[in-house]
């Protein structure tokens, strides 16, 4: 893959000096050593750089903690079609085969078209270096859904290359949907930057031959209680990964009270440990972190107290490779004041839907080497967690924890607070439950006067062709108009409308998801070919803050404090 580069030079590699020298201050000084077993596979061509960071895709978390979501989870309420509805949908008639459909001519005024260009890359960033890797778009349909006076739209069609660089020959002036795939972006620029930034370096390669086994061996582990965490980071390579201990992918997971790791081993090339080979000729070096789980005024919270700091060494596709050692202490020397006003977050959930549930909340702390003004890092590094289903406000005083990266990183604190509504497809006698959250991240830490407050609020009063969105809704047609109000608390940037496709697989309900819609605006009609006659659909509309960002010209980037709150329909059928 074409890579633009900015030069990086080795000495501009990212290590981590700091972390050594903080480290001796306290722990076990183990020893360590890496081996590899077995013979070496051919070096893996890098992934391609197609993963979106979270808040770009309908994923509603972020997935290096995924892991550490759901047990606050409670039962949200069921939203079905009345028997006259689901009748009304099942009479739908059948949609003809869609037809070739050549280039339409626009209806607009000569002289007022225009070529439409941009790019689509990921812009990796190691300390003051950044490296611009363009994503492939030579296969990838690019268009653009121009309005025209008959209240629809005509389809251009563009050309995308593998630099990166994509470009829509006659599009008229004004307003129009750029289309990527399934993701529209409502913009009137002659330049779009679909670009996301990233902190590590952007050569990474991952294990394609499984098993391809990363194991442990490790003494001086703070003694196992069931809620403690292991996080696996490697800060060259940008990864931070909450390991999740219960997946098939971790063997010898430590047990309650264990003191050692043995045999702790990780399938780098399995479903649900995603994140690069270690390789020491790239400057690479892997952390093993513990968090311990203490309680503070009756509350169990997790904070990093341990760490395991791994020798040099290079791992290869299909090859094993051992590490032996001891943890580390990591000196206390940091405090949180765990002060959030989450009743006011709580609140959202009447224009979240009127029917849903509130569900787990999620507070975490992080470290990561961007400026703010890069918004949200596509990985970051934990040093404090509390996850609850309680509700009302907290203020659990100053938590210490251990932050054993450099002092010039920054460190923001995110919160989600969930709430759930489940969906019952016509045919399905089990409901899918959907999660979304009121989510908001900040370098403001909260103090004692000054706690974790709300951003922004949920949109107001969302309507389909002029009818209450949150209530079910049959015979939109298919091409509807979705409209809602901004939020009472702001500023917001934008919106995000994602269409669900709400299906029966056998007897259960699933949702996938159809299409994205982003926009300034507050209302959107939908393009012909997102909703089909006889199927039923679910939408989320949700209101984004992301301060100076443009959304219109750079759909994908962020700044902090950012924010989203998610509202969710009631089941909808053209």
């Known amino acids: 893959m074409p890579q633009l ?56 978390i972020r997935p290096e903690v995924a892991s550490l979501f759901g047990a606050a989870r ?189 045999g702790f081993s990780l399938n780098l090339a399995g479903n649900d440990l995603f994140f690069p080979l270690p390789d020491a000729t790239k400057g690479d070096q892997v952390y093993l972190d513990q968090l311990t789980t203490r309680t503070a005024s009756g509350e169990a919270y997790r904070a990093l107290a341990r760490t395991y700091v791994a020798p040099a060494f290079t791992m290869t596709d299909g090859t094993a490779s051992n590490l032996s050692g001891g943890f580390l202490d990591v000196p206390q020397a940091a405090a949180l004041r765990l002060n959030w006003h989450r009743s006011a977050f709580q609140a959202f959930a009447p224009g979240v839907h009127p029917s849903a549930a509130v569900a787990g909340s999620y507070l975490f702390t992080y470290a990561y080497p961007l400026p703010s003004t890069y918004g949200l890092p596509f990985n970051a590094f ?14 659990l005083g100053d938590l210490p924890y251990g932050n054993p990266f450099p002092a010039a990183w920054s460190v923001a604190v995110e919160s989600y607070q969930g709430f759930t509504l489940s969906y019952l497809a016509p045919g399905a006698t089990t409901p899918v439950t959907l999660t979304r959250y009121a989510y908001q991240a900040s370098t403001s830490l909260p103090t004692a006067a000054a706690p974790v407050t709300p951003l922004l609020g949920p949109i107001q009063a969302p309507k ?67 909703l089909n006659p006889g199927s039923t659909y679910v939408f989320t509309v949700a209101a984004i803050r992301a301060n100076g960002v443009d959304l219109a010209s750079t759909p994908f980037r962020t700044a902090l404090p950012y924010a989203f709150v998610t509202s969710m329909s009631g089941i909808v059928a053209p």
Do not use: M
């Open 5 to 60: 580069r900015r030069s990086i030079p080795p000495s501009a590699l990212l290590l981590l000096p700091a972390l050594s020298l903080l480290l001796a201050c306290g722990g076990g000084q183990g020893s360590s050593t890496a081996v590899a077993a077995g013979t070496p596979a051919p070096a893996p061509a890098p992934r391609p750089a197609d993963r979106e960071p979270f808040w770009a895709t309908d994923t509603p």
């Open 74 to 262: 409670r039962p949200a309420p069921v939203v079905a079609l009345s028997a006259a509805q689901a009748a009304e949908v099942a009479e739908a008639p059948t949609p003809a085969p869609a037809s070739a459909d050549p280039r339409p001519a626009v209806q607009t005024l000569a002289g007022q078209l225009r070529i439409v260009v941009g790019l689509r890359s990921v812009s990796y960033h190691q300390d003051s270096t950044t490296t611009l890797l363009p994503l492939h778009l030579s296969s990838l349909p690019i268009q653009a859904l121009v309005p025209n006076s008959s209240g629809g739209y005509d389809l251009l069609t563009g050309e995308g290359h593998d630099d990166g660089t994509f470009s829509i020959s006659g599009v008229p002036e004004g307003y129009y949907w750029l289309r990527f795939g399934s993701t529209y972006v409502w913009t009137s620029a002659s330049y779009v930057d679909w670009s996301t930034d990233q902190f590590g370096r952007s050569d990474a390669a991952y294990a394609g031959t499984s098993p391809t086994a990363l194991s442990f061996s490790l003494t001086d582990l703070a003694p196992w209680q069931g809620t403690d965490e292991l996080v696996y980071d490697a800060p060259n390579e940008g990864t931070a990964f909450s390991l999740p201990l219960g997946s098939a992918d971790i063997t010898n997971a430590p047990s309650v009270g264990a003191t050692a790791l043995a």
């Open 382 to 395: 934990q040093l404090l967690d509390y996850t609850s289903a309680g509700t009302g406000d907290v203020d």
């Open 464 to 530: 389909i062709n002029g009818k209450d969105l949150f209530a079910n809704q049959v015979s939109v047609g298919t091409t509807p108009t979705l409209s809602w109000g901004a939020p009472a608390l702001g500023p917001v940037s934008g919106y995000v409308v994602t269409c669900y496709q709400l299906s029966a697989s056998g007897t259960a309900s699933t949702l996938q998801n159809v299409a994205r819609f982003r926009t300034r605006t507050t209302s959107i009609k939908l393009p012909s070919g997102v």
